[in-house]
């Protein structure tokens, strides 16, 4: 650690710039980000100036899948990692793509938050209060999926934009109720805003929810040491195999697909789904097994996810 803070450049210089969108949450994630960097280097906040940029997916007014899913959030944050503007980009890890640019890695994500969705309603109090035939305001189809197989009833409208445009779109009624994630309101200390929160067991979330990554140019080895000390090993197993899981899928926002790994003493219990939109067919796994390195988990997230896809055949078409 100590030869990697001799070797950084002077205060505020493009080198040590935090790349972030700019939506509140993002932004969030990019301040704790800066203020873990200045607690473990010892270094003012002022070394770690951060930027706010837009990208593709803050500008898309329709839904996101007619676009092409997933790095939509990021390509410009990486571009600019690419080209030196920027030292490390801040990303929610669900709105990361499973294959990314081969200059690029994330050598560090922090401790994973709440990991369960939030349901939101001002007219009722859980899912089960629903009347038939409420109307659900989401761009998640995994989660509409999900819905659709535990209540056939509903119905579903787009619902786009960060956490304070869609309750400002609930509170003026237009749907009856939305999900978003717990680990972004409380984030915002919005958790009062949460009227029930989705057990896992009822509904999985998407792969990598609840978690923040730093991403860099490979060839940043000053910032890869000085990041070293934020990566949560326990969190990185999870996301590791939940997101091979989406990637032995091919998943995107177009195919609605869950999984969590959850880490303890040395094993990790996996559970992945794959869910037809209309939620009539659904696909699971559950396993639990040793798991103490990124690449078992890897091996673990992947194998499942073929199984899958090999069981699923031609009944579920993948990224129509």
């Known amino acids: ?15 040590l710039k935090i790349g972030t969108r700019g939506s509140p949450l993002a932004l969030y994630q990019a301040n704790l980000v800066q203020r873990l960097l200045s607690e473990s280097t010892g270094r003012p906040l002022q070394d770690f100036p951060i930027e706010v940029m837009q990208t593709t997916g803050d500008v898309i007014q329709g839904d996101l899948k007619d676009f092409g899913g997933k790095g939509l959030f990021t390509k410009e944050l990486e571009a600019a990692l690419l080209e030196g503007r920027i030292a490390i980009a801040v990303h929610s890890m669900k ?6 640019h081969e200059d690029l890695i994330i050598p560090a994500v922090l401790e994973r938050a709440d990991v369960r969705d939030a349901f939101i309603s001002r007219k009722f109090t859980s899912l089960d209060d629903l009347p038939r035939g409420a109307l659900i305001g989401s761009a998640s189809i995994r989660r509409r999926a999900q819905l659709s197989a535990l209540r056939p009833d509903l119905k579903f409208c787009l619902l786009r934009g ?18 978003l994630a ?16 989705i057990d896992v067991d009822v509904m999985l979330p998407a792969p990598a929810q609840g978690t923040i ?20 090993a326990q969190t990185e197993l999870a996301i590791t195999a939940e997101r091979a899981f989406l990637k032995a899928l091919d998943g995107s926002c177009r195919t609605p697909i869950a999984a969590l790994a959850q880490v303890d003493k040395g ?23 040793v798991c103490t390195a990124p690449p078992q988990a890897y091996e673990l997230g992947f194998a499942l996810g073929q199984s899958v896809r090999d069981e699923i055949g031609d009944q579920i078409i993948f990224d129509d």
């Open 1 to 15: 650690m100590q030869d990697a803070l001799e070797n950084i450049t002077p205060l505020n210089t493009t080198p």
């Open 182 to 197: 717990c680990a972004g309101l409380r984030r915002l200390e919005a958790a009062h805003e949460i009227t029930q929160a």
């Open 267 to 289: 094993k990790m219990r996996f559970r992945g789904q794959v869910i037809a939109k209309d939620g009539t067919l659904q696909f699971a796994r559950d396993v639990t097994q």
């Open 213 to 232: 990554g730093i991403e860099l140019r490979k060839d940043n080895t000053v910032m890869r040491e000085l990041l070293a000390p934020l990566n949560h």
């Open 162 to 179: 960060n956490v304070g445009t869609r309750l400002r779109k609930l509170e003026d009624g237009v749907c009856d109720a939305t999900m």
């Open 95 to 100: 709105d990361v793509a499973t294959t990314g």
